[in-house]
């Protein structure tokens, strides 16, 4: 059989609540960062980006946070729902190259 | 059809086969990239495109081949491949680091190497 894959961490959230996803990133000269949501079966969907000259970005339904000091970036989503349930990724980039360095990724569950 | 298409969308070869993946963007873009997403591994770049012209091979073995004829579309030929290569094989396209770094992504290819 398969060997034992990626284990993701797991946020458990209820209906309604607001859930929070954190990721670290590794390069202090990262100038760009964004967020991809990945449902079973498909390819990652972007959900919002932050250039580095700003410290918080809002969506619908959605915050980013930078804080550059630490090199933490996180994910608000205000009143979760059922339909958020995915592995969400963040991602870094720095603007001398186009390439994205995703991070491991984030498994989000709703329940009811 | 709209936004970026993969085909097949399921695979399954023996490691003697050639097969080729294809992908499509309609997005007008001028960046395309091949990733590999599989189950013991986060999201791993291996070829990005720029004007068809392949500005990065991230040390990817050869037996992955990739051709972009033309800005719109990308090809991922593979040949002799191994049961670890099994995986989601991920195209995506972006404007390019001048005009937007937000990269699109197709649905994949699931390929399963016998």
């Known amino acids: 059989g398969e060997s034992v894959g990626l284990h993701l961490p797991t946020l458990s959230v209820q209906e309604g609540d607001n859930s929070i996803i954190n990721c670290a990133y590794s390069?202090?000269?990262?100038?760009?960062f964004i967020w991809y949501k990945q449902e079973s079966g498909k390819g990652p969907q972007f959900i919002i980006d932050i250039r580095s000259n700003m410290d918080k970005r809002q969506g619908q339904r959605v915050t980013v946070l930078l804080n550059k000091t630490v090199k933490h970036l996180s994910l608000q989503i205000a009143a979760t729902q059922p339909g958020d349930s995915a592995v969400y990724f963040c991602?870094?980039?720095?603007?001398?190259?186009?390439?994205?360095?995703f991070g491991t990724g984030t498994r989000l569950q709703v329940f009811p | 059809e709209t936004g970026v298409t993969q085909t097949p969308r399921h695979l399954v070869m023996g490691m003697t086969n050639k097969k080729s993946l294809k992908c499509e963007q309609h997005?007008?873009?001028?960046?395309m990239y091949w990733y590999k997403q599989s189950a013991k591994k986060p999201l791993e770049l291996m070829f990005v495109?720029?004007?068809?012209?392949?500005?990065e091979n991230n040390s990817v073995p050869s037996r992955f081949s990739p051709e972009c004829p033309n800005s719109s579309h990308l090809f991922l030929h593979l040949h002799t491949l191994q049961p670890e290569d099994s995986a989601l094989y991920l195209c995506?396209?972006?404007?390019?680091?001048?005009?937007?770094?937000?990269?699109?992504f197709g649905p994949g290819t699931r390929l399963t190497v016998l």
């Open positions: 997005l007008g873009h001028n960046a």
């Open positions: 495109y720029n004007f068809k012209e392949q500005t």
């Open positions: 390069n202090s000269a990262s100038d760009y």
């Open positions: 991602a870094e980039s720095t603007g001398s190259t186009d390439k994205l360095i």
């Open positions: 995506a396209s972006s404007q390019g680091r001048t005009s937007g770094r937000e990269q699109f």
